[in-house]
C-alpha cells in the first residue's frame, strides 16, 4: 500500500478522505463505506461528523454515521464485531437493514439497551476503537486513523467526555488498545493519517 495522506488539520484530511471514498466502487454491496479508527480520546467521533458534511457537499445523495461506542464495554471493548458484522454488515451488503442491540450506559454500568435499525444508505461512516480492524479491509474503501500522539492528553479528553468515574476504566483500555493495535496494524493500513492537535 503507497504511504497514507499525512494532514495534520482535520478540515483538510476530511475533504481528501471524501474525494478519495467517492472515488473509489462501493465495497459493501451498494454501500461506499469509511471507517474511521484510533485511539480512544483522539477525536474520531468530530472527525467522522466532518467527514459525513465533505462527502455530502462532495456529491453523495445520503450519509450514515455509526458510532461502535453504542457497542463496547469496558469487558468487552472488542468483542462487539461478530454480532455487528454478522446482524448490520451482512444486511447492508445485501441491500437490507441492519438491526443490533447497542449498550446503555446511562447509568455509567453498561448493560443491554435499545435495538437500532441501520438502514441502506449511500455512504456508511463507521467510527470507533478497532472499527478499522484487519476483517473489514475487504470492505472499506477508506480507512483513516486519527491520533493525538499524547497519550496523557488523549486520556484528558475521554475522561472529559465520559466523566471522572470512568478515568481508571479508560486508563485500562488505553492498554487494552495499545495491544489491539498492535497485533492488528490497524495504524499501518490507514489511507488517511490524522493529528488533529498537532
Known amino acids: 500500500m503507497p504511504d497514507p495522506l499525512r494532514a495534520a488539520r482535520p478540515a483538510r484530511a476530511a475533504a481528501a478522505a471524501a474525494r478519495l471514498l467517492l472515488d473509489r466502487s462501493p465495497r459493501l454491496g451498494k454501500i461506499r463505506l469509511g471507517v474511521v479508527d484510533g485511539p480512544s480520546g483522539s477525536g474520531k467521533s468530530t472527525f467522522a461528523r466532518l467527514w459525513a458534511h465533505e462527502v455530502l457537499l462532495a456529491g453523495a445523495s445520503a450519509v450514515s454515521v455509526f458510532s461502535s461506542d453504542v457497542l463496547a464495554t469496558w469487558e468487552e471493548p472488542f468483542g462487539w464485531w461478530p454480532r455487528f458484522d454478522a446482524a448490520v454488515l451482512g ?22 439497551g435499545a435495538w437500532l435499525e441501520v438502514p441502506p444508505t449511500s455512504v456508511l461512516i463507521m467510527e470507533g476503537v478497532s472499527c478499522g480492524r484487519a476483517e473489514i479491509a475487504d470492505r472499506a474503501g477508506v480507512l483513516v486513523w486519527v491520533e493525538l500522539p499524547d497519550r496523557r492528553n488523549r486520556l484528558e479528553h475521554a475522561v472529559a467526555r465520559d ?13 487494552d488498545e495499545d495491544a489491539f493495535f498492535a497485533a492488528d496494524r490497524t495504524r499501518q493500513r490507514a489511507d488517511v493519517v490524522v493529528e488533529p492537535h498537532r
Open 163 to 175: 466523566g471522572e468515574p470512568s478515568r481508571r476504566y479508560l486508563a485500562a483500555w488505553q492498554h
Open 91 to 112: 444486511p447492508l451488503a445485501r441491500g437490507s437493514s441492519g438491526r443490533v442491540q447497542a449498550t446503555d450506559w446511562s447509568t455509567r454500568t453498561p448493560r443491554p
